[in-house]
């Protein structure tokens, strides 16, 4: 809380006194004289009460209800900025304090709440006019005080970041044992199983580029693009050359000791030159910082996974929930556990892909001396299947690991060399999707600076 908020409820009380008096500040006698009747005169009394003992979330209840009948009485839109703001709603608070300016301009209470409204919101160019408008209406020295402060606070803070835009391109290489990701058996049931359907090791070589902008709007909140095009070849196993393309913007937010996120995302691949698979999404995360190392969050993301025409009774439906407890390094570095849940519905009635999920991860990113980065993660995720396959009940939990090294600015600013290793251990019910899988890289990024 800021020093002078203290002084907050003795300045308003002090506009008001000078509103109907017409002393100190801009004439207005009218505003708080609107045709009301004793009801809603009691009723406002009630809520005004409410709001000097500090019940401000008792006050936005009881005024919330009634905001359909009386929205455009200027002294009930002010007490609804009041008691949405001081109970963190500051988006609800801006929207009633200019409604009740629309109506009554001259009215300093609710332009002195509206300030502040955009203020808690981090849009200081809307608010530092305000406060300036309040002083030009010569308000009481005590006003006058918590104002200058407010000012001297927006002039005090930090600018709000420019916003960027960064291109980077990757090269990578490597082995994996792997690379269709399938079973080691020859047979399943009986059968031979072709070729392409049994476990297929090769090197690869791998091309692409990707790009960051983000535009903040005020010091709490950014708008957020990124998108990225990779190209993967496998020698050995060029039935599985794959091209993909994601995209993903939003926007980010922090608010006191909260933050967030909200956005669309999506990818399209294909392989062996033939589209595979698509999903598009709804990305979201709210979170509270613990202290000032700690966080805990709370993710859900959604989207329609979908398949080519060939396959495509693997189409679901997805919806996930993850749960974060961090913590970030003074080094730079941090540390998570995350626990994930959630299910994929089958679009078609009689498709087995219908799945429960349930699992959980653990992370790490720290620096390992100068320009070196270090990122380690490990995590089990089980799917339980609805459906049958083959006549047998399917159960899969997938174990993958991930360790790499970032050595940063190799011969030049910006330029990143990582070696990379991946294991994948994917166990089935079913010995069909029953595999492993090794992959070993060397990725090289360029940043342009």
Do not use: C
Request: glycine residues 10%; charged residues 20%; proline residues 4%.
């Amino acid at each position: 809380m800021m020093p002078f908020a203290k002084t907050l409820a003795g300045a308003r009380l002090l506009l008001l006194i000078s509103l109907v008096t017409g002393t100190g500040l801009a004439s207005a006698n009218d505003t708080l004289q609107v045709a009301s009747s004793a009801d809603t005169q009691r009723f406002l009394a009630r809520a005004e009460d409410l709001l000097t003992l500090g019940e401000t979330a008792a006050a936005y209840q009881l005024l919330s209800e009634k905001e359909s009948k009386l929205a455009g009485n200027p002294f009930f839109d002010y007490l609804l900025g009041v008691a949405a703001l001081d109970s963190g709603r500051a988006s609800d608070a801006i929207f009633s304090l200019r409604r009740a300016l629309i109506v009554a301009p001259g009215f300093s209470g609710a332009r002195m709440e509206l300030a502040r409204a955009y203020f808690e919101s981090g849009n200081m160019a809307q608010a530092r006019p305000l406060f300036v408008q309040l002083l030009d209406e010569q308000p009481p020295a005590a006003v006058r005080a918590v104002i200058d402060d407010y000012i001297a606070s927006i002039d005090a803070s930090p600018a709000a970041p420019k916003s960027s835009l960064r291109f980077h391109y990757d090269v990578a290489a490597g082995y994996d044992t792997n690379a269709n990701g399938s079973t080691d058996s020859q047979q399943f049931l009986g059968f031979m199983l072709s070729p392409n359907n049994v476990e297929a090791d090769s090197s690869f070589a791998e091309l692409g580029g990707g790009f960051s902008w983000s535009k903040p709007s005020s010091t709490r909140v950014a708008w957020y693009t990124n998108g990225r095009l990779a190209y993967r070849h496998n020698p050995d196993a060029d039935f599985v050359d794959s091209a993909l393309v994601s995209v993903a913007g939003g926007m980010s937010w922090q608010r006191g000791k909260f933050f967030g996120r909200a956005g669309l995302d999506a990818y399209w691949s294909a392989r062996d030159g033939s589209a595979n698979q698509n999903q598009v999404g709804l990305d979201t995360l709210i979170g509270r910082r613990l202290g000032s190392q700690w966080d805990l969050s709370l993710g859900i993301r959604g989207g329609a996974l979908r398949y080519d025409d060939n396959i495509d009774i693997m189409d679901v439906n997805r919806l996930m929930f993850t749960g974060r407890l961090g913590r970030a390094f003074s080094s730079g570095g941090s540390f998570g556990i995350e626990l994930v849940g959630g299910n994929d519905s089958e679009r078609r009635g009689n498709s087995p892909y219908g799945n429960t999920k349930l699992g959980g991860r653990i992370t790490l990113y720290a620096p390992v001396g100068h320009d070196r980065m270090l990122y380690f993660s490990s995590g089990s995720l089980t799917s339980d299947y609805d459906g049958l396959f083959f006549g047998t009940p399917r159960e899969d939990t997938q174990v993958s690991t991930l360790i790499q090294v970032e050595f940063r600015n190799v011969l030049k600013d910006g330029l990143s060399l990582t070696p990379r290793l991946r294991h994948i251990d994917n166990d089935s019910d079913v010995a069909l999707y029953d595999y492993d899988r090794l992959e070993i890289s060397l990725n090289l990024r360029w940043t342009p600076q």
